[in-house]
């Protein structure tokens, strides 16, 4: 759990306690994210830096100095060789800085520094080839190449479109083909671009107008998944750009589409308070999970396809049986909505990420006990 006075607090889930603090920043800790071993937690921070700890010891590996504005973002990339951090201190500012770094020695990779732009989204592809930023009301989306020193390439959404955002963005498992659901006050549609040439590849309109709420690939990469700000999730051929299938239960806003690891289950989270289990062959509903009291915002397979963790506005995680359908456990403590769970690679922990109420961000780490309620 990431706070505002700069500390990490490491939660024990089963004996409701704090099991260790980490010390050090001198600013409110934006983010927290682990490595794909577990042996090394990053954080970003208010305070210009990134640091790396050691997760056994605590003690700090490597620091990211001297950036021009807060660290608001990290990730590792898949196999934990390199991180990569974005800095910015407000929308359109001019100290908008994006590094990647080699976890091991420390030495920078890639340093961009986009004019008048502020980062609004970054991440890896899945096999850590390359980057794809997103600019906050920018005009384009950058992908960094495999080769650091390399130009970044730059996909254009359109001729004469200075203002536009991306709610949100995605990457093939390939890392060939990038989605992205633009807003433009011209058109709503979501965009396919060919990584390799930096050429459009398809365009995806929504009828009249409306919004593309959350994009996903299946991880063979074959269909896109797109959520819309009405309700229904349609799945899409990524070579031939028509659909596929329409799954139309939800009865409000999409905010997270994602697929099982065997791409045969998609589990959408709306604003309806619910979450829905969708057969990817048959299009057919397999379950409609209920128990948030509030609008549901992120769900996330655990990596053995058995359990389901979701989370919402109700400030609350909770945890679901995919085959049963039934509940798991509720994890409590968080003070504002939460908008983001993912599990560790072998399944054990659990990270979830949430808004505050007085606006600090707010990260729990989770070992649920197998024995939940």
Same mark, same amino acid.
């Given at each position: 759990?990431?706070?505002?006075?700069?500390?990490?607090?490491?939660?024990?889930?089963?004996?409701?306690?704090?099991?260790?603090?980490?010390?050090?920043?001198?600013?409110?800790?934006?983010?927290? @994210?682990?490595?794909?071993?577990?042996?090394?937690?990053?954080?970003?921070?208010?305070?210009?830096?990134? +640091?790396?700890?050691?997760?056994?010891?605590?003690?700090?590996?490597?620091?990211?100095?001297?950036?021009?504005?807060?660290?608001?973002?990290?990730?590792?990339?898949?196999?934990?060789?390199?991180?990569?951090?974005?800095?910015?201190?407000?929308?359109?500012?001019?100290?908008?800085?994006?590094?990647?770094?080699?976890?091991?020695?420390?030495?920078?990779?890639?340093?961009?520094?986009?004019?008048?732009?502020?980062?609004?989204?970054?991440?890896?592809?899945?096999?850590?080839?390359?980057?794809?930023?997103?600019?906050?009301?920018?005009?384009?989306?950058?992908?960094?190449?495999?080769?650091?020193?390399?130009?970044?390439?730059?996909?254009?959404?359109?001729?004469?479109?200075?203002?536009?955002?991306?709610?949100?963005?995605?990457?093939?498992?390939?890392?060939?083909?990038?989605?992205?659901?633009?807003?433009?006050?011209?058109?709503? +549609?979501?965009?396919?671009?060919?990584?390799?040439?930096?050429?459009?590849?398809?365009?995806?309109?929504?009828?009249?107008?409306?919004?593309?709420?959350?994009?996903?690939?299946?991880?063979?990469? +074959?269909?896109?998944?797109?959520?819309?700000?009405?309700?229904?999730?349609?799945?899409?051929?990524?070579?031939?750009?028509?659909?596929?299938?329409?799954?139309?239960?939800?009865?409000?806003?999409?905010?997270?589409?994602?697929?099982?690891?065997?791409?045969?289950?998609?589990?959408?989270?709306?604003?309806?308070?619910?979450?829905?289990?969708?057969?990817? @062959?048959?299009?057919?509903?397999?379950?409609?999970?209920?128990?948030?009291?509030?609008?549901?915002? @992120?769900?996330?397979?655990?990596?053995?396809? +058995?359990?389901?963790?979701?989370?919402?506005?109700?400030?609350?995680?909770?945890?679901?049986?995919?085959?049963?359908?039934?509940?798991?456990?509720?994890?409590?403590?968080?003070?504002?909505?939460?908008?983001?769970?993912?599990?560790?690679?072998?399944?054990?922990?659990?990270?979830?990420?949430?808004?505050?109420?007085?606006?600090?961000?707010?990260?729990?780490?989770?070992?649920?006990?197998?024995?939940?309620?």
């Amino acid at each position: 759990m990431a706070v505002k006075d700069g500390s990490v607090w490491l939660w024990d889930v089963e004996q409701e306690r704090v099991r260790r603090t980490i010390r050090g920043h001198t600013g409110r800790i934006w983010h927290a @994210a682990f490595s794909p071993d577990g042996r090394t937690l990053a954080t970003a921070s208010g305070d210009h830096t990134a +640091k790396l700890w050691d997760a056994q010891t605590d003690k700090p590996e490597r620091v990211a100095s001297g950036l021009p504005a807060p660290v608001m973002t990290l990730a590792f990339s898949p196999d934990g060789r390199q991180i990569m951090a974005a800095a910015f201190s407000e929308l359109d500012g001019p100290d908008s800085c994006f590094l990647v770094r080699d976890v091991a020695t420390g030495v920078e990779l890639r340093e961009v520094r986009p004019k008048n732009r502020s980062i609004g989204q970054a991440t890896f592809s899945p096999d850590g080839a390359s980057v794809v930023m997103q600019h906050f009301g920018g005009e384009m989306v950058h992908a960094v190449a495999d080769q650091w020193q390399s130009r970044p390439l730059t996909l254009h959404v359109a001729p004469g479109w200075d203002e536009f955002s991306s709610h949100s963005i995605a990457l093939s498992p390939d890392h060939f083909t990038l989605a992205a659901a633009v807003d433009h006050q011209k058109t709503r +549609k979501t965009i396919l671009w060919n990584l390799a040439s930096g050429r459009e590849r398809i365009r995806i309109p929504t009828p009249n107008g409306i919004l593309t709420t959350s994009v996903g690939f299946t991880p063979d990469g +074959k269909y896109l998944a797109t959520g819309r700000q009405d309700g229904p999730v349609q799945l899409w051929d990524v070579a031939t750009g028509k659909q596929r299938a329409m799954f139309g239960g939800h009865l409000q806003q999409i905010h997270q589409v994602a697929f099982s690891r065997d791409g045969a289950t998609l589990a959408t989270a709306a604003g309806d308070r619910t979450v829905k289990l969708w057969d990817v @062959a048959t299009g057919a509903e397999q379950t409609t999970l209920q128990g948030h009291t509030g609008p549901v915002r @992120a769900v996330a397979f655990s990596p053995d396809g +058995k359990t389901l963790a979701s989370g919402g506005d109700d400030t609350t995680v909770r945890l679901w049986d995919i085959a049963t359908g039934q509940e798991l456990i509720a994890l409590e403590g968080h003070q504002g909505g939460v908008h983001s769970v993912a599990f560790s690679q072998d399944g054990k922990d659990l990270a979830s990420g949430a808004a505050a109420p007085d606006g600090q961000g707010e990260i729990f780490l989770w070992r649920p006990a197998a024995n939940a309620r």
